[in-house]
């Protein structure tokens, strides 16, 4: 059995240019990080005897080979490995998945991690990272970006320089443990009960930049050039330890982020978001990810505490969180040879 630990992530700036769609015109730019929240796969080769297939996440699929697993990402990985043994899969996330941290990267790039653990062709992250990119960009098609794949491989703080034939240039940002623990306290991290597709989400944005005749077209694409920029501003405050640039540089981002499609917003988080700035001294948030749900971040400097209760009142708990300094991981291995086969003499 192979146990492999992947993280989760938020997105600092410049989340939708790690598109394609945008790219591939006029290059991505993304600065993120790793946190302690984790994906974890499970990977079991069966006795022959089994004569099955166990594919265990929110459903459990019995099959008789790879092509009848429904599960997409999981069906194309055991593709590319050739997988023909019947095997066990499984995976446990410590946050639910559809909620803007990025757990289809980190399940894809955890299998994949297990994978090659398995077939013993180990790879740099960038290699592991540009596979699963194939896999949903290219083989599934789905309308997402490069982000995810990168982060849950590298881990830490991450800079993400999209080029437009898609190749990716990590940067590794130098944050302390000071400067990310006074990060993870100041920048409160709040579930809203809300789970969505990203792929639903994202596919408007997608389209809309994708097509030059479509009206909301021009608007789009401002959006994502400015929502680029106000990420590398993002990263040079971090760089500068000012947190509360970041933060305000956070409420401009998202509020271009918001002008993408009106699927990204939420109408209870925007209304509560003004009264928590108002009330609570908050200086900038955002719905993580694509938007549409999931988790919000608020960047509140003195009242965190009277935050969270607020928050709580409205059916939306604090999530704690820290920074995470590495990528995906085998965590356990064992080999056939240390299973029990017996009585002890």
């Known amino acids: 059995m192979i146990i492999t630990q992947t993280p989760f992530r938020i997105t600092l700036g410049g989340g939708g240019t790690d598109l394609p769609s945008f790219y591939r015109e006029h290059?991505?730019?993304?600065?993120?990080?790793?946190?302690?929240?984790?994906?974890y796969v499970f990977l079991h080769r069966l006795p022959v005897t089994e004569r099955k297939t166990l594919i265990r996440y929110s459903q459990v699929e019995v099959v008789n080979s790879v092509d009848e697993i429904r599960h997409p990402l999981a069906r194309e990985a055991l593709r590319q490995y050739g997988v023909r043994e019947y095997i066990e899969l499984a995976s446990l996330a410590d946050l639910p998945a559809r909620t803007g941290l990025g757990s289809s990267g980190a399940y894809l790039v955890g299998?994949?991690?297990?994978?090659?653990?398995?077939?013993?062709?180990?790879?740099?992250?960038?290699e592991v990272a540009e596979e699963a990119c194939r896999i949903e960009?290219?083989?599934?098609?789905?309308?997402?970006?490069?982000?995810?794949?990168?982060?849950?491989?590298?881990?830490?703080?991450r800079t993400l320089e999209i080029a437009r034939d898609g190749t990716v240039t990590v940067g590794s940002v130098p944050v302390d443990s000071t400067l990310a623990l006074e990060l993870a306290h100041k920048a409160r991290m709040y579930y809203t009960g809300i789970q969505r597709s990203a792929t639903a989400v994202l596919q408007h944005q997608d389209e809309a930049a994708r097509h030059a005749d479509r009206p909301d077209h021009a608007r789009v694409v401002e959006s994502l050039l400015?929502?680029?920029?106000?990420?590398?501003?993002?990263?040079?405050?971090?760089?500068?330890?000012?947190?509360?640039?970041?933060?305000?540089?956070?409420?401009?981002?998202?509020?271009?982020?918001?002008?993408?499609?009106?699927?990204?917003?939420?109408?209870?988080?925007?209304?509560?978001y003004e009264t928590v700035k108002r009330d609570y001294g908050v200086l900038g948030g955002k719905i993580i990810g694509a938007g549409g749900g999931g988790f919000v971040l608020l960047y509140c400097p003195e009242r965190g505490r009277e935050l969270d209760g607020f928050m709580a009142s409205h059916g939306m708990p604090r999530v704690s969180w820290l920074p995470?300094?590495?990528?995906?991981?085998?965590?356990?291995?064992?080999?056939?040879?240390?299973?029990?086969?017996?009585p002890a003499e």
């Not at 299998?111 to 960038?126: C, E, F, K, S, Y």
């Not at 995470?324 to 056939?336: I, S, W, Y």
């Open 27 to 39: 290059g991505g730019f993304v600065f993120t990080m790793a946190i302690d929240k984790f994906m």
């Open 226 to 272: 400015e929502i680029r920029e106000i990420g590398r501003q993002i990263h040079r405050a971090v760089l500068d330890r000012d947190l509360d640039r970041f933060a305000r540089l956070m409420d401009d981002h998202w509020a271009c982020k918001r002008r993408l499609s009106s699927s990204v917003s939420l109408g209870v988080v925007d209304e509560l």
């Open 324 to 342: 995470c300094r590495h990528g995906a991981r085998v965590v356990a291995e064992f080999a056939e040879s240390d299973d029990f086969d017996g």
């Open 111 to 126: 299998l994949l991690t297990a994978l090659r653990a398995w077939r013993r062709t180990p790879a740099p992250p960038a």
């Open 137 to 157: 960009m290219e083989i599934l098609k789905e309308p997402v970006g490069k982000q995810d794949q990168y982060i849950a491989a590298f881990g830490g703080f």
